[in-house]
């Protein structure tokens, strides 16, 4: 029985450090290093930093941990395939249009671990399969190319109920392939998992098909909580995906839909597979592979992640009102911008002359701010002129994630003083005045 000699556990934002540096699998809030170390010991996580050491079969989730644990699950991985009396190394999934599910979903399980740092979710992260490069001595390919099967086989070996729970099926073809796929909500259940998610590419005998879908499990006692699950994060991948230029015509079915699939059928706990898109059509498996489409996919299901830990609905990012404003020239006008919505901060707001009053000039430009409560306030810098003038910009709300809200009118007035103002001067950089 291996032990780790040293390793010290933080929470957000911080390493996973080991005197040997192993592939962690169990994180909270950061992302496991590539190592050389393909065998490993779990640590249970600790309100302290003082880690006691664990055999692997204690390796179990502490009752006082006060966050939230995500079962992180990349889709499918190599398993070992009985066809008679030869057994052999196989991807679950063949090669479809450049690409292959097996090796193309951890790169989003890494990227949706790094996003939920990036929002701030207070949730921790249990990933299923290694993402170490370092060789898996029987199938001769990196670890992280294998399924979570083998991975959890080693990390718990004294556990056959999660990674070898068909133990009466000598005969299939595709027994490994089944307990591989049971393995995954096993070791939810045994953690103690708060929730699950599962990425997967889908796959249609049509190569028209495209765009994103999201499956909970019927007739379970979570259904309807699983069932909120994929509603969010399918809303959040929606909103952030066709944010972007690029992508703003991605289909993503933002109906959950019930089916009986073992991932979420096993778990005792809401769990959500979520087919990102379908590597059967070209256009989609372009996009799969795609580093920038990872990235918004990624944080679309980190996104909605966050929104079910809180309790938050996924709502439109929209302005609800700017009331008009009014203010002495010469001076910097508050206003408010009522918004509603779960952007992600900094925002920044947009603004751009609709009608200047005559003789007075209108700037176009930009404020950014990091409040987080609606609503925002800013300034519009009044400039000087030689009467009362009202000048109407539209505006508009930008995101940190690229989410754009619907331009608003609205309208400011800048008043003549009928005595000398004492207030500064602000033409050289007034959004409206008179030249």
């Known amino acids: 029985m291996l032990f780790l000699k040293q390793l010290a556990l933080t929470r957000k934002n911080s390493a996973v450090v080991s005197q040997r540096q192993p592939d962690i699998c169990f994180a909270a809030r950061s992302v496991s290093p590539n190592t050389n170390a393909h065998t490993v010991e779990r640590i249970s996580f600790s309100t302290t930093l003082n880690l006691r050491l664990k055999k692997k079969s204690e390796l179990v989730r502490p009752a006082e941990d006060p966050l939230p644990l995500l079962l992180l699950s990349a889709g499918h991985g190599l398993y070992i395939k009985h066809d008679g009396a030869k057994s052999t190394w196989s991807y679950q999934r063949d090669p479809k249009n450049g690409m ?37 001595t029987p199938s001769g390919k990196p670890w992280w190319e294998v399924s979570a099967k083998y991975y959890l086989m080693d990390l718990l070996p004294d556990q056959q109920k999660i990674w070898a729970s068909i133990p009466n099926d000598k005969t299939s073809v595709e ?33 028209a098909i495209r765009g994103t879908t999201g499956f ?56 959500t597979i979520i087919e990102v898109g379908f590597h059967t059509n070209a256009l989609d498996a372009a996009a799969l ?3 920038k489409f990872r990235l918004l996919a990624s944080k679309g299901m980190a996104k909605g992640l966050k929104l079910y830990n809180e309790g938050t609905a996924c709502t439109p990012f929209k302005i609800d009102s700017i009331p008009a404003s009014s203010g002495p020239q010469g001076s910097q006008v508050p206003y408010k911008v009522n918004y509603s919505g779960n ?7 947009y603004f751009e002359p609709v009608k200047c009053a005559p003789g007075w000039t209108c700037q176009t430009g930009t404020r950014t701010t990091t409040s987080t409560s ?7 810098s009044c400039g000087t002129g030689s009467a009362t003038a009202t000048n109407v910009f539209k505006r508009w709300l930008v995101d940190a994630d690229g989410v754009k809200t619907e331009p608003v009118e609205v309208s400011h007035t800048c008043v003549k003083s009928a005595s000398k103002s004492t207030l500064p001067i602000v033409n050289r950089a007034a959004e409206a005045t008179q030249l």
């Open 175 to 207: 027994r490994e392939k089944n307990e591989d796929i049971r393995s995954r909500p096993l070791y939810g259940n045994y953690l103690g998992a708060s929730y699950g998610l599962h990425i997967h590419t889908n796959a249609a005998d049509s190569n």
């Open 216 to 271: 909970y499990q019927k007739d379970h006692p979570l259904t309807e909580k699983s069932k909120d699950l994929t509603s969010k994060i399918l809303c959040s991948m929606k909103e952030i995906i066709n944010a972007d230029a690029t992508y703003a015509q991605w289909s993503v079915d933002t109906a959950p839909r019930a089916e009986n699939k073992g991932e979420n059928r096993v778990a005792e706990f809401p769990s």
């Open 374 to 380: 609606s609503p925002l306030t800013f300034n519009f």
């Open 289 to 291: 592979q795609n580093e």
């Open 343 to 349: 952007p992600t901060f900094p925002i920044i707001m």
């Open 100 to 136: 292959l599910e097996d090796t193309t979903t951890p790169a989003y399980a890494t990227a949706v671990n790094n996003a939920l740092t990036a929002n701030g979710s207070q949730i921790n992260t249990a990933l299923v399969r290694s993402e170490s490069t370092a060789i898996h």
